[in-house]
């Protein structure tokens, strides 16, 4: 004899639930499954598109969570590489602590070999914005040394360990985002080799202009204290860097960084060198033509765009119609300097 | 003269951001703004619905967040109380960390009052099945003397400083949710007061059956270890007890729940005491006749209904036509026991 | 002997629907389940916040969907009121309709009865802004006499009809938003008794003032031509007019309309008078008081506030702090007039 | 002198918007852009996979809308095939309209070729299931030479004008799916050619064996009567069939469908040929080994699978440990028979 059986999904589940008489537990479907989920960005001229926040802190200065948190975070935000960067000068949680600066670091690494996340070895250096104001030392063998009393001193011990340096929220915390005397010295002499444009929920457009004209990396950073859902709205996707590498290794990263090979990405805003920019564009773009002389317009990266043709977010397909079709393409949330946004010619 | 503007938000600032010469700093609305989400719920006999949830952890024993977080996270999602219990016997990250079994308790404390959240002492026993398995001891002066080598020597002790004594997850971890001799022993001698019908994504229907027999106390709890929008898919409510209280105050709190006056709620399905249910059910409901004998059924708390007439979200109305409206509303996710759903007439 | 089942809800079914050899049909709860969302307003005096949208189109005129579609539509999206307002004079799919003007609502009708919405016969003039633009003809007779050579005779037919007349989108289509001679004559003349403020996704500033200035009710509402949710974006409520009547009868909502007791809702904006819009806030807004001179400030209805305080969602609760506790609190999205906000001392 | 300003972008055009004095009209962004979402799916041996809903309904017989708007909705919904399939014999609105059977194909063509949608001529024959249930004539030359008394005639109708056929929910409206002898002769004589697997929000199990015991394609299809986005819940994709073509045109789709090259998609579920499954799931994974021998699996699709290893959503990644590496994936949400899951080896 045939069965029918009709099922309404949450219905059937809730009422066997509840009155199956033989049941000693029913797992719910509520859990987060702690996949990763990618970030597709195309390649440009063959180098990999990595992603990186460079910028996070934990319990060990003044963050709410343990090191590993930003491990497991990076992971299911689609990131490929973590600097672990907390302040020297600024450990609030030190009464129930007991750490050197290399801690973040070190019980952060297992949690990233598992996770195959790129974690770099760093420490935030912390001071007023008249003595330098907060620089990220990148890619260190040990952070106990930057913990000097003088700023110039922790800047020559980055020379020593070979560091990356990154200028960190430049017109923070007065809202003032000016080209510093001791900042600029540090960049003439080649001391500090990237700076953020943008910083947890803050844009600094003058810093695009600057990476131009003093040959600096852009970068987005989260910045992050508390746990990084715990910060954002749902749906915004952190800031970061991507980084043009020719492969997926940590030296690779330092050899891209070297070059300035970096764009900023910040709540569907990119900033950086105009050239890199309009191959970036192009390479997520698919331009088909139509008969009758329009053409569709496909955005194939995770990075919605703001054009004179309408908003195309990932994923999407725009008609641009005939008598549009001659018309170059003005990406307005493309940033190639902090006076003017990206055109292009597909 | 007259100035026309036609602005588009989005481009409207982007661009703005992108070409204004002489703008330092552009802040995205992309952080989450910190507030509370309430939570409805209807007063049931004049007594207030306050939202507990008695089983969370820190850093201090196996989590993975400062006890400020918790605290933190209460507030946003619309909780009343809190109780940090944190395990006595399981305390990974002990290298790095100097303090007792207080510690979570005191450090949160500040926040909790800042915050207006009632916040419980507590902390939690963690023993084989065979020993009792894991026990949260609420309402106690001193954490530090539970740590004990004998499970009995802390129920003893639990007594000594009249502590509510709640069985958590009882068909953990080995998916058999039997009554078990020693817990069974501890309830009969009135050393235990409730027992957990929900944790973290489980449900054991069993655990309501026996509050009815042994005047237990029905619990849902999240039993968080990471940060608790880490644990939970988008959307998910975490699981929480409705303690009904005179009062919004601790010292009414431990009443309600000597009373035995709560509800456990766990992903839109609710479990407890039948009468308290029907209650609660009637409290929530808007029934108004319309003149072809039909009448419209408002749903008026944030608990989603399953129901023999359909599922009602939160703050929605469905209509039931003529022909149905003598019918009793049947509530498939309400559980008066672990052999049937709530019926009602309205 | 006991049973131990562990289910994983998704899973489960899927699984179960694959293998399972005598199930006929699984259904899946993926359909949308057509109850009504309602709109959460506070009473003012004692009135009634009922919700209108008094323009919309449908298949009849140049709309795309049926006119039985607006009435569902309507008591998805919580309204209580709605006016069909086809155009008298565009009508582009008459080569396959048979019809004359009061069709529209004659299909509505009877969908309205059964889902308890106030259905407005009406129709919209459609003339250049010269000739007095749009105007919405409500609680009219039979809208076949409309169908005139000359806007002032149809005006003179509203008047004979004793129809309330709004004046649609007055800034519609050159953006320039002026308040021209041939509807400030009517105004005068009390032929035009309301104005949109509000219309699809536009706002125009100076429609507010106007009905400060000459009495007239302000006015939002969708305009909608195709379906609504194909119109607006997921999550973005429709414009609508809160109707504050004693009763809920057309009869009522006339009245109300006649003594402008109306308030404009859009995308969380709200324009209208100035000692309505107090009102309205007030009885919105929860304030309790905490010990240290702080206080917790809830918004107790669906529209959410943006004020100096920050932003307050629906059913959230902010803390304002001691040193702010004194301040009054300005509320950006309402608007007494275009030239300012409200300030609402609580 | 440099002038600092900060943004808080809701708030600065509120505020701007209710106070600047010269603004005729503020235009909010709250419009859906009516751009094309694309569906992600792989190509299988080379073949483009065009994705159709093969069964939708309009105005002219008992649906909602406007013929149009199935187009409008295609696209936005990144179909790139419809079928037009009114209903013969059920056409509730024809004392509003004049039109034959032809006119929702006629009246939908030129946007299908605007939107650039493969717009298939078709209707429905609508009989009781013992007389042959629902059939869809698909790629007809014209509908009205199929208002035939008998379900025989229309069905040697179609074989005249070369349609192809497809037998419409089966187990519909008795719940019973069964091979019934009128269908089962049709498809004997090789005049049904296809049977939906999926309708709207129902699964039939068996048909999916039918295919593979009597060479039909599997159909996924939505068989909508209201506005689409009336019909599903928000983030629903709508059924829809794969068809494996060389080319994107209706003479490429019609031979892929002859081939009985098609998959049926419906709620994340994938129905049809085993081998052919077996291809597409392979196309659309990637696997990373890493060096301590687990690897990493990315879903490379926009359909989730629900696996043995945990469920992986559209371009989500998950590890899968040393452990079970050398497993077999089972994915539980493609059925190749009625009688299981599909098991693939990387």
New interface residues.
Partial sequence: M????????????????????????????????Y????I?LPQVDGLLPLKADLHVHT?LSDG???P??RI??AWRDGLDIVAMTDHIEYRP?NG????DHN?SYI?AKPTAE???ILLIRACEMTRAKSEGGHLNMLFINDANPFDTEKMEDAVNEAVRQGAFVTWNHP?WPD????FNPINAKWIKEGKIHAVEVFN???????ATTWCNEHNLAPIAASDVH??I??????G?RRPFTIIFAKERTLESVRSAMNARRTLAV??N?VAGNEELLVKFFKASAIKEM?LNGSY?L?NNSDIEW?TNF????A?????VDEKNAQKPIEV??F?PS????LVVEL
């Fill in positions: 045939r069965t029918t059986i009709t099922l309404i999904t949450l219905c059937a589940l809730l009422s066997l639930g509840a009155s199956a008489q033989n049941v000693d537990k029913v797992e719910n479907d509520i859990l987060d499954n996949a990763r989920t990618e597709n319990l709410a969570v343990w590993t948190v497991d975070e949680h129930y602590l007991k750490s801690a019980i598992k996770r195959d017109g809202n003032i985002c000016d947890e929920k803050d844009y600094y457009p003058y508390p746990a859902r715990d910060l954002y709205k749902v915004v910040f709540n805003q139509l569709k496909t703001v309408g908003v195309i977010k994923n999407q397909t725009i008609m307005y949330n940033y902090h006076t003017k946004s």
